[in-house]
């Protein structure tokens, strides 16, 4: 019977530089013959896919919050389905840009709707796919936007504001207070390749690589 694979997420502030480490690490994976598969939420198939963009729409401003938490966790529901079960039953590395610890940060925190019904909403994901390993990559917004050069106009969610961001910025250092043994947090604030050998240090102490 395959060995079931290993589930990392990545999270962190709109402009952290995840995108850079994500890369980075599929280059590494990908030259040390490591089986494994990206992915990214929301999307990650499909359905979910088509959920994105209705999200991330800056033109769908009239979104209620209750709304975009529960599309968020449709979303991640047919995503888990489609990519991540498949995978991990295969045996692969799953690593994961943005999970449900986005929701926490992001609708529980910020939006203020609560960490009960965030919860709730996405009881599927917490009980049945907790993350092996959850790299928050600590950078505050202010720096995060600074680095990126402002907000993306077509992006609803960095169009949100600052203090918007400032409450998501709060709401993962929470989270990661709460979760020590799955959260692990990176400084942010370094070269993208010291932010890298930080995180190619902490996957190997958790016995992920």
Avoid: W
Avoid at 25 to 37: D, M, R, V
Avoid at 111 to 120: A, D, M, N, P, Y
Avoid at 140 to 151: I, L, M, N, S, V
């Amino acid at each position: 019977m395959e060995k079931r694979g290993k589930f990392i997420t990545f999270e962190g502030c709109d402009g952290c530089g995840k995108s850079t480490q994500l890369r980075l690490l599929s280059e590494y994976l990908t030259e040390n013959s490591i089986p494994h598969i990206f992915t990214r939420e929301p999307g990650g198939g499909k359905i979910s896919e088509a959920i994105r963009e209705i999200l991330l729409n800056g033109k769908n401003s009239e979104m209620t919050d209750e709304c975009e938490a529960l599309l968020y966790a449709a979303a991640r529901a047919q995503h888990l389905h489609d990519r991540v079960e498949p995978a991990l039953q295969a045996g692969k590395l799953v690593i994961c840009d943005r999970y449900v610890d986005s929701s926490l940060a992001y609708q529980a925190y910020a939006r203020g709707l609560g960490k009960e019904f965030v919860t709730k909403i996405n009881a599927f994901a917490l009980e049945n796919y907790l993350p092996d390993v959850t790299v928050f990559i600590d950078l505050t917004p202010e720096a995060a936007f600074a680095r990126k050069q402002g907000a993306d106009e077509n992006d609803r969610l960095e169009q949100a504001g600052m203090e918007f961001h400032r409450k998501v910025y709060a709401g993962y250092k929470a989270l990661a207070q709460e979760y020590p043994t799955r959260f692990v947090c990176v400084d942010g604030n370094q070269t993208p390749q010291e932010i890298f050998n930080d995180v190619i240090e902490l996957l190997q102490s958790r016995n992920c690589l």
